[in-house]
């Protein structure tokens, strides 16, 4: 049996694979009513979070590090931080090839804005109902380090948190689930189909259910779950936060 969940800083806890959607699902939302020119992407958001609990500096390598990226990739992430003013990056007084990032004002105002409605997006009878902001923030940071694409988003939502338990949905129930736009899931759904990890069609007195999860696509599921299971997120600095 696979275990999904991944060690806090402050202790160990699980964290269902459901859970993680959860929060997935929740910064989706977020990102829907956050203007274009404002938007920041969820591994982003890692960024902030993870500037927050480490309560202090950190050079852009060490972030690509721990985010498992490669520097440039990095570069370009905290560049659009950057542009939007909601981190610093200064060069390092004695080598300035190191660029070392901080919060900004505006970016823990914006953190506390945005780990906050990340919470209040998840209703009390889901998963992470009642989670605090603080442990919110501590999720997200650690939930960064994996990187998924929409399609094993979907993949992973039709293999483990279908409302029928058999690996059965729609296109609008995904929607739904997971916060994203419909263009994306369709997107997602139809390079599904053609690597051949869902079948589309009617099944009979579930017509509304067209997506069925393959025996091949609920294998390439586990293995995705098996990625939020594996990784453990480094100790930060700070034990708590000063941001929140």
């Known amino acids: 049996m696979l275990k999904t969940g991944y060690e806090d800083y402050s202790g160990v806890f699980f964290v269902k694979v459901c859970e993680y959607l959860s929060v997935r699902r929740a910064y ?103 989670c605090t902001d603080e442990r919110m923030m501590r999720i997200i940071d650690g939930a960064a380090q994996i990187s998924f694409s929409s399609a094993d988003l979907v993949l992973m939502q039709l293999a483990f948190c279908s409302d029928d338990g058999d690996g059965l949905g729609s296109v609008g129930g995904l929607v739904d689930g997971l916060g994203l736009l419909q263009p994306t899931v369709s997107m997602a759904v139809s390079s599904l189909k053609r690597a051949g990890y869902i079948e589309r069609g009617d099944t009979p007195g579930q017509a509304a259910l067209s997506i069925a999860i393959t025996e091949s696509g609920r294998a390439r599921a586990e293995k995705l779950v098996a990625q939020v299971a594996e990784f453990r997120p480094a100790r930060a600095r700070a034990r708590k936060s000063s941001v929140l």
């Open 28 to 130: 989706g939302l977020v990102r829907q009513t956050t203007p274009a020119t404002s938007r920041v992407t969820f591994d982003e958001l890692g960024i902030l979070c993870h500037l927050a609990n480490v309560n202090g500096p950190l050079r852009t390598s060490q972030i690509a590090e721990y985010q498992g990226v490669l520097r440039p990739t990095m570069t370009h992430r905290t560049g659009h931080l950057a542009e939007l003013a909601l981190i610093e990056r200064k060069p390092g007084e004695r080598d300035r090839r190191n660029v070392y990032c901080h919060l900004s004002s505006t970016g823990v105002v914006a953190i506390r804005r945005m780990v906050a409605d990340v919470c209040r997006n998840i209703k009390t009878d889901m998963p992470l109902g009642r």
